[in-house]
């Protein structure tokens, strides 16, 4: 099963995500464009470990913010 969340800004898709990966004993993998890279922390809302809630992350930070990343 995939469940994918999307939504505007300050909706609270961080905190569904993270109660759903508990129930369904699932990890979460972030699809922002913005948060895989390291050092866009302000304005990208980026979840603190407080808000992750144990609960294992993929896809943040790994990108230096001089790299071209893209999809393709």
Known sequence: MIIVI????A???TKMSV???KR????IINGDSMQVY???????AKPCEEEK???I???FDVVDVKTNY???
């Open 57 to 59: 992350h993929h896809l």
């Open 38 to 44: 390291r050092e866009l922390n302000i304005g990208t």
């Open 6 to 9: 999307v939504g505007p800004t």
């Open 11 to 13: 909706v609270g898709k």
């Open 24 to 27: 369904f004993n699932a990890e």
């Open 53 to 55: 809630e144990g609960v």
């Open 19 to 21: 109660e759903l990966a």
């Open 70 to 72: 893209t999809v393709f």
